[in-house]
């Protein structure tokens, strides 16, 4: 069942690690200078799946952690429709206007994944990086790579362990692959 997951620190499942060993092996053939986590439980163990092929270790990253649905962490969108139906409408067609009781807005997480990213191209200047966070997350960072404001978020596509590629040029983002899910077509083949 579809959840608001957020800042819920839950353990991968069976099919998860299983996605998460797809991907290793996917990536098992770049040459990574360095593999970055939200420090929640769930991307760290996909992290440390990938990190293992890899032969490198995982450094936790809070800029990448999921966002902060506050009050409506755990609920179902059913759930979440009847607490605030208008609010949930807001969140269905006007994202980018959402400021989750007790908990983030789609700018405050765009205002912190980005700084993440923008430390962690500093420090690796020419090198390739992999960073292991969640949907709303991923949705938020394509949006801004693409020069979309938030606005758009419900336009940007994220399936659960899909690979995106960035590049950086010159101080410009350049994206090479959008939410490819390639690797898990085995998984679900036969």
Known sequence: MERFRGRADL?????????????????????????????????????????????????PLEGLIDIDFGSWQGLSPEEAAKQDSKLYATWLERPHLVCFPRGESLDIVRQ????????LAARHK???????????????????????????????????NAINIFEIRDGTPLVTLVNDTCHLKTLTAG
């Open 11 to 59: 353990a991968l499942d069976d099919t998860g690690r299983r996605q998460a060993e797809a991907a290793a092996l996917r990536l098992k053939t770049e040459r990574v200078a360095a593999i970055y986590s939200s420090p929640l439980k769930r991307a760290l163990e996909t992290a440390g799946i990938i990190a293992k092929q890899l032969d490198i270790s995982v450094q």
């Open 112 to 119: 912190r994944v980005l700084a993440a990213v923008d430390e």
């Open 126 to 160: 020419d090198q390739t990086v992999i960073l292991v966070s969640h949907k709303v997350v991923c949705q938020v960072l394509m949006c801004a790579m693409l020069g979309l404001d938030n606005s758009h978020f419900w336009q940007v596509r994220q399936d659960v």
